[in-house]
């Protein structure tokens, strides 16, 4: 009897083995920030900061990364566990964790999955989402905003914390071979690789009915990722930052969703982003990361650059890294009173060097300038203000502007004055009449912002004034005692 429930065990654990390795995460979404994986167990990060959630420099032997809102958690290959960030729930509190299989990071806890199939977890616990320590014979386990998921050996779910949207309904789920929790949903990838979702769906983040050939999902704050057995991905949910802006993705191997970003890691190990990028969280464009294949395509860089004039707004300026045989999509932008010439430099695999929305093909590391030339003259437009105050912007003197451009101008009058209106060249001015206003430059024009001090307050006349009502309050009402 000993002897099989040790082979039971052993089985379980190789099976518990060779399910995370298919899970492994090289790269994560946090609230505000991405983390990854180099293909030398080190880690790079970006996004925001404040907690110290990007302080990953110093991490070596890492095989598996999770991002929580604010904290960052990666597991070594020696089966601890490192955390950074904030700490005042207790999220970071790992030190002494070993044996650990998978690691996951909800908003404000962390999770643990042990080589034993029984789970841990540290950080808030306001709604019982860490109350895991009873937990047998699980898989894979995931974290949301304040819930926890397990994924059972037999293919059932078991959910533990906040349940007020219904994200922790999962008793019925069956055949699941996948499980990821948003910040009040949760989504399970089925064998037969379908989707199922239960909990929040202000946003449709659970949307999922109709998905089919899904090989894995991820779940951000309010929507839903799917990658296609086909390396393409679809997305679901709430899309104001343009998180679910995926249909144009190929060959990606892995997808990961921040709050309000996503990410997705082709299968050379470059990466792309969409969505919320205010803090940098999507600035991954020269990141090569741990491929999820043993045999990756190679990769290459492309650096572009633009003369003045003009930007190359798809993919962006700088240096950018491609899977090998990959096709870039280029769109270059003209200023007003620019026109685009051509793409020069590595143009050899560019389809039309001369069309400012074209292609290349990443067959190696390449240099390429989009250029611009002047279509319309610079013309003369000459601000000056009278005492009183001045023009702050664009500020005075003689400035140049193409032809029809269309200029913001700001009046600001100091103390004691006020702005009265734009004399001179006023005839393309928005409101002549408004401190703030715009003018169209379509000639050499001079303009001037006049001012007048504000009348002072005649004190005698105002006390003269006070001084006679209340005499002539005084008279009526002695009058009327009368």
């Known amino acids: 009897m000993k002897t099989r429930k040790l082979i039971f065990r052993i089985l ?18 946090g609230g505000r920030h991405t983390v990854g994986i180099l293909p030398d167990g080190t880690v790079v990060a970006t996004g925001n900061n404040d907690e110290g959630q990007c302080n990953v420099s110093g991490w070596t032997d890492i095989v598996h990364v999770a991002a929580g809102f604010s904290h960052t958690v990666g597991l070594k290959n020696d089966n601890t566990v490192v955390a950074t960030g904030r700490n005042i729930e207790g999220q970071c509190s790992v030190l002494g964790w070993t044996n650990i299989a998978l690691v996951v990071a909800g908003d404000w806890h962390t999770v643990g999955l042990k080589n034993d199939n029984t789970v841990v977890a540290t950080g808030k616990n306001d709604a019982g989402q860490c109350d895991v320590g009873d937990w047998t014979g699980i898989n894979q386990v995931a974290a949301g ?81 799917g990658l296609r057995e086909d390396g393409t991905v679809v997305a679901t949910g709430l899309n104001n930052e343009g998180q679910c802006d995926v249909g144009g993705w190929t060959n990606i191997a892995h997808v990961a969703a921040g709050d309000w970003h996503t990410l997705g890691l082709k299968d050379c190990g470059t990466v792309v982003a969409t969505g919320k990028n205010d803090d940098g969280q999507c600035d991954i464009g020269g990141w090569v990361l741990k491929p999820m294949s043993d045999e990756p395509p190679g990769t290459h860089n ?84 009278t005492s009183g105050g001045t023009v702050t912007a664009p500020g005075e003197g003689i400035l140049t502007y193409a032809q029809g451009t269309g200029v913001d101008i700001v009046a600001e009058a100091e103390e004691g004055y006020g702005f009265v209106n734009w004399t001179g060249d006023v005839g393309t001015i928005a409101d002549a009449s408004d401190a703030a206003t715009t003018i169209t430059i379509n000639g050499v024009y001079s303009i001037t912002a006049n001012f007048a001090m504000k009348p002072s307050l005649n004190w005698p006349l105002i006390g003269g004034i006070v001084g006679a009502v209340i005499v002539v309050a005084l008279v009526i009402f002695f009058v009327r005692r009368k």
């Not at 064998?191 to 090989?215: H, L, M, R, S, Y």
């Not at 074209?358 to 390429?368: E, K, L, Q, S, V």
Request: net charge negative; glycine share 14%; with cysteine.
């Open 12 to 29: 379980l654990s190789v099976a518990l083995i060779v399910f995370v390795l298919n899970l492994s995460c090289t790269i994560a979404g």
């Open 145 to 225: 905003g304040a819930h926890t998921v397990g994924l059972k050996s037999d293919g059932t779910v078991v959910a533990t914390g906040r349940n007020n949207e219904g994200q922790c309904n999962v008793d019925g789920w069956t055949d699941i071979s996948l499980i990821v929790a948003g910040n009040s949903h949760t989504v399970g990838l089925k064998e037969d690789g379908t989707v199922i979702a239960t909990g929040k769906n202000d946003d449709g983040q659970c949307d999922v009915g109709g998905w089919t050939n899904i090989e894995r999902v991820s779940a951000g704050r309010a929507h839903t990722v």
């Open 302 to 385: 492309l650096v572009i650059a633009s003369t003045a004039g003009g930007l190359v707004v798809t993919p962006g300026e700088g240096i950018l890294a491609y899977c090998e045989g990959e096709v870039v999509n280029l769109v270059a932008e003209a200023a007003s009173g620019y026109g685009f010439v051509n793409w020069t430099g590595d143009v050899g695999t560019i389809a039309d060097a001369n069309d400012a929305t074209t292609a290349i093909t990443m067959n190696g590391d390449y240099f390429i300038t989009a250029n611009f030339e002047q279509t319309a003259p610079l013309l003369e437009l000459t601000i000056s203000s």
